[in-house]
Structures are given as C-alpha cells and as structure tokens.
C-alpha cells in the first residue's frame, strides 16, 4: 500500500501563487496517474486536474497541475489567487487495485 | 447529464451493517469504459476510498476496510450498492457514489447522504 502526503494547510493573498505538493510514499509518483479535487464546504468535490496534468472543460488554465520523480511528488499549482479558489484540495492516484487520496490542504485566500 | 443519487439509512446502530444504494441516471452502469465507486469523509476529515465495481461484477476494496466491504451491481436498475457490516462510531462519515476510470480518476460524484453510527 501506498500514501500521499500533502501539507494541512497552505494561505497566500489573491492574485499570488499557491502551489500545494503531494508526497507518494512508496512506488513511483509517475507510474500512475494523479488526480487533484477541489471541495467547498457542503458539497462534493469536483476534479481540477486529471491524468496528472490536464484540465476538465471549464476549470481555468490558471489551475495546473505537474510530477516531479526526484521529490516522488505531484503538484498543484493556482495562479493569479481569487477568493473563490479557497476550498479543500485533495491529490488522489491509484497502485494496482487500490486507490489512495492525500489527507487533503485547505487553501485560504486572504 | 449523468447523475449519481445515494439513498439508504441516515442512522445505522453499532454492530449492524449499513447499506446504501447510488441509482445513476443519464447513463448505462454498463459503460465499458468505467468503474462505479464507494468513497466516504468523516465529519471535518479527508476521503477516503472504500472500494468500487465494474458492471461485469468485478470488484476492487480498500485493504483496510475490506473484510467488512461488499459493492454490487445491479444492471437491470442501473445500480450499484454498498454493504458494510459491524459498523461503530468511527464509520459515520459523508459516503459519496462516484463514477470513476480505471486509475480511479473520479469524474463524477453523488452529492453524497451522511450516514451516522449510534445506537
């Protein structure tokens, strides 16, 4: 079994980047695909980046997404910050028949 | 539009077994090209994987919950459930039905039904 490892929380002021990591303890970060998920309070998470760096129809390219095998890790990154990116963000990748999400970053904006 | 909806017992004493059902619409749960999972989060916690099933009857458990998992599917409804037996406290949580990929790239969610444990 594997696990992701992500920072509790992350805060820097709109307009900023932010960038969020996401640490895969064992096996290789670019075997498998990752996925990062954004959750509001009170609702369902919704997918910002799939397949480690791609964007669903309607999510802003100023969320990107990228692996780095040296650190074993993933990448969220949110440019020019706005208010309404404050939420959950929660990496998720897979090894095999298993899946794992990390313990999830909460990103204020202030 | 696909639309995942869970429905199934809010309130589940301890040592019982909880059941819940995700009835999707805008789509047929005999899609080829995906996998139709269980994930749950406790109250302020993060998510967590509980398992999911392809329409063949194939299914695939997180390793930790396991011995207490069975995820069905049901074609002719275009369903899929969740059964999880000797629940305690620990197992309230927000369980969610998703539509997921193979890797379990999830791209589609229920809004979810809270489930809690007590007696």
């Known amino acids: 079994n594997f696990m992701l490892t992500q920072p509790h929380s992350v805060s820097e002021s709109p307009g900023k980047t932010v960038t969020i990591s996401c640490t895969r303890s064992s096996g290789s970060i670019a075997s498998n695909y990752v996925q990062w998920y954004q959750q509001r309070p009170g609702s369902a998470p919704t997918t910002v980046i799939y397949e480690d760096n791609q964007r669903p129809s309607g999510v802003p390219d100023r969320f990107s997404g990228s692996i780095d095998s040296s650190s074993n890790s993933a990448s969220l990154t949110i440019s020019g910050l706005k208010t309404e990116d404050e939420a959950d963000y929660y990496c998720q990748s897979y090894d095999s028949s298993n899946q794992g999400f990390g313990g999830g970053t909460q990103l204020t904006v202030l | 539009q696909l639309q995942l909806q869970e429905s199934g017992p809010g309130l589940v004493k301890p040592s019982e077994t909880l059941s819940l059902t995700c009835t999707v619409s805008?789509?047929?749960?005999?899609?080829?090209?995906?996998?139709w999972g269980w994930i749950r989060q406790p109250p302020g916690k993060g998510l967590e994987w509980i398992g999911s099933i392809y329409y063949s009857g194939s299914t695939y458990y997180n390793p930790s919950l396991k011995s207490r998992v069975t995820i069905s599917v049901d074609t002719s409804k275009n369903q899929f459930s969740l059964k999880l037996s000797s629940v305690t406290a620990a197992d309230t949580a927000v369980y969610y039905c998703a539509r997921q990929d193979e890797g379990g790239a999830t791209s589609d969610w229920g809004q979810g039904t809270l489930v809690t444990v007590s007696s």
């Open positions: 805008g789509g047929s749960i005999s899609s080829s090209s995906y996998y």
